[in-house]
C-alpha cells in the first residue's frame, strides 16, 4: 500500500513538472519566433529595396498586405523610398527642358532637391509617388564654375554616346571637390520595362573622372544591371563590374571630354558583348549541371511509346 501510495505521489509530481517544461519550452519558442519593430523593419527594407526595376510600388503593395501594420510602414516609408530612387538612378522629365534628368547621390543639393545642370536648374521631387513636383534656381555655389568648361563638354559627348547606344536611356555629368582635386561624375540609367511581355530591366553605369595636378586623368567607371523576367518562372539577373583607366589631360575641354568618352564607350562594349558570351553559353554549361542527363530510372524515355499507349487508351474509349 505505501509502494502504491508513493507511485502515486510521484506520478502526479513528474507530470506537474512535465507541464512546466512543457510551458518553459512554449514560452522560449514563442520569444524566438517573436520579432521586435526593428528586426521586422529591416526585414522590410530588404524586400523593398531589392525590388526589381519599375516593379518597387508593386513590392510596396505586397509587403503592406503581408505586414499589415500600415503606421511601422508609413515611418519608414520616406528613408526607404529615397534611398531606392537614388539607388535606381531614376530618370525623370526636367521641367525646364525636353531632356530627362537623373536622381543620384552625386547632384542632390537638398531635402528632395537635385541639381539639374542642363535645364539650369533644381528638380524637386517627390520620393513618395516618385514624380517631379516643381523646380528652382541654382543657388551660388551649387555649380563649380572652374571646372564648368570641362564639364558642360563631357556632359554633351556623354548625350550623344547615350542617345546611340542606350534608346531610352538618360545621362548627366556633375561636378564636385575631392581631396583637392576637382571630379567630373558622369551617370547614364537607361530603364526598359515591358510588363506586357513579363520583363523588366535596368542599366546604371557610374564614371568619375579625377582631375591630378600632374595632367592625368583618372577615371574610374562601375557598372550595374538588374534584368528581372517572370514569364512562366521568376529569374533575376544582377550583375556589376568595375574598371580604371587613365587618360592625358588637355585644356582642350572638348578633346579631353571625347577621350573620356571613348574609352566609356570601349569599355562598356567589351563588358556587353562579355555578359551575351556568357548568357549564350549558360545553357551548355550552368543549366545542364541543373538536371539530370536521365532520368532516375537511368534510361530515356520513350516517348514514342508513351504516344502509342495515349492514342490506343482513346480508341478503346470510342
Given at each position: 500500500g505505501i509502494n502504491a501510495e508513493y507511485g502515486k505521489k510521484l506520478k502526479s509530481k513528474l507530470k506537474k513538472k512535465a507541464r512546466h517544461y512543457k510551458l518553459l519550452n512554449k514560452k522560449k519558442e514563442k520569444s524566438k519566433m517573436s520579432l521586435s519593430e526593428q528586426e521586422i523593419l529591416q526585414i522590410v527594407n530588404g524586400f523593398l529595396l531589392n525590388a526589381p526595376p519599375g516593379e518597387f510600388m508593386e513590392v510596396v503593395s505586397?509587403?503592406?498586405?503581408?505586414?499589415?501594420?500600415?503606421?511601422?510602414?508609413?515611418?519608414?516609408?520616406?528613408?526607404?523610398?529615397?534611398?531606392?530612387?537614388?539607388?535606381?538612378?531614376?530618370?525623370?522629365k526636367s521641367p525646364s527642358g525636353q531632356h530627362e534628368a537623373l536622381i543620384t547621390k552625386f547632384n542632390e543639393v537638398g531635402q528632395g532637391e537635385f541639381l539639374d545642370p542642363r535645364g539650369n536648374c533644381v528638380v524637386r521631387f517627390d520620393h513618395i509617388r516618385q514624380q517631379v513636383s516643381g523646380q528652382r534656381p541654382i543657388a551660388n555655389g551649387e555649380v563649380d564654375s572652374s571646372i564648368e568648361s570641362h564639364r558642360?563638354?563631357?556632359?554633351?559627348?556623354?548625350a550623344n554616346y547615350a542617345q546611340q547606344h542606350f534608346g531610352p536611356g538618360s545621362s548627366a555629368v556633375f561636378s564636385s571637390s575631392q581631396g583637392g582635386n576637382?571630379?567630373?561624375?558622369?551617370?547614364?540609367?537607361?530603364?526598359?520595362?515591358?510588363?506586357?511581355?513579363?520583363?523588366?530591366?535596368?542599366?546604371?553605369?557610374?564614371?568619375?573622372?579625377?582631375?591630378?595636378?600632374?595632367?592625368?586623368?583618372?577615371?574610374?567607371?562601375?557598372?550595374?544591371?538588374h534584368v528581372h523576367y517572370y514569364e512562366d518562372g521568376n529569374v533575376q539577373v544582377t550583375t556589376s563590374w568595375t574598371k580604371s583607366f587613365n587618360v592625358?589631360?588637355?585644356?582642350?575641354?572638348?578633346?579631353?571630354?571625347?577621350?573620356?568618352?571613348?574609352?566609356?564607350?570601349?569599355?562598356?562594349?567589351?563588358?556587353?558583348?562579355?555578359?551575351?558570351?556568357?548568357?549564350?553559353?549558360?545553357?551548355?554549361?550552368?543549366?545542364?549541371?541543373?538536371?539530370?542527363?536521365?532520368?532516375?530510372?537511368?534510361?530515356?524515355?520513350?516517348w514514342q511509346k508513351i504516344r502509342n499507349y495515349r492514342v490506343g487508351n482513346d480508341a478503346a474509349r470510342q
Amino acid at each position: 500500500g505505501i509502494n502504491a501510495e508513493y507511485g502515486k505521489k510521484l506520478k502526479s509530481k513528474l507530470k506537474k513538472k512535465a507541464r512546466h517544461y512543457k510551458l518553459l519550452n512554449k514560452k522560449k519558442e514563442k520569444s524566438k519566433m517573436s520579432l521586435s519593430e526593428q528586426e521586422i523593419l529591416q526585414i522590410v527594407n530588404g524586400f523593398l529595396l531589392n525590388a526589381p526595376p519599375g516593379e518597387f510600388m508593386e513590392v510596396v503593395s505586397d509587403v503592406r498586405g503581408l505586414l499589415n501594420n500600415d503606421a511601422l510602414l508609413n515611418n519608414s516609408a520616406p528613408k526607404t523610398f529615397r534611398q531606392y530612387n537614388i539607388d535606381q538612378m531614376l530618370q525623370v522629365k526636367s521641367p525646364s527642358g525636353q531632356h530627362e534628368a537623373l536622381i543620384t547621390k552625386f547632384n542632390e543639393v537638398g531635402q528632395g532637391e537635385f541639381l539639374d545642370p542642363r535645364g539650369n536648374c533644381v528638380v524637386r521631387f517627390d520620393h513618395i509617388r516618385q514624380q517631379v513636383s516643381g523646380q528652382r534656381p541654382i543657388a551660388n555655389g551649387e555649380v563649380d564654375s572652374s571646372i564648368e568648361s570641362h564639364r558642360r563638354a563631357l556632359d554633351d559627348a556623354l548625350a550623344n554616346y547615350a542617345q546611340q547606344h542606350f534608346g531610352p536611356g538618360s545621362s548627366a555629368v556633375f561636378s564636385s571637390s575631392q581631396g583637392g582635386n576637382t571630379v567630373l561624375t558622369a551617370c547614364i540609367s537607361s530603364g526598359r520595362f515591358s510588363p506586357q511581355n513579363f520583363y523588366n530591366g535596368r542599366w546604371r553605369s557610374i564614371w568619375t573622372a579625377t582631375f591630378r595636378g600632374s595632367g592625368q586623368i583618372q577615371l574610374q567607371g562601375s557598372v550595374r544591371v538588374h534584368v528581372h523576367y517572370y514569364e512562366d518562372g521568376n529569374v533575376q539577373v544582377t550583375t556589376s563590374w568595375t574598371k580604371s583607366f587613365n587618360v592625358a589631360g588637355s585644356s582642350d575641354a572638348r578633346a579631353v571630354a571625347e577621350a573620356i568618352v571613348k574609352q566609356i564607350s570601349k569599355a562598356e562594349q567589351d563588358y556587353h558583348t562579355a555578359l551575351e558570351h556568357n548568357y549564350s553559353t549558360m545553357s551548355d554549361t550552368t543549366f545542364k549541371a541543373l538536371r539530370r542527363n536521365l532520368p532516375i530510372t537511368r534510361s530515356k524515355i520513350d516517348w514514342q511509346k508513351i504516344r502509342n499507349y495515349r492514342v490506343g487508351n482513346d480508341a478503346a474509349r470510342q
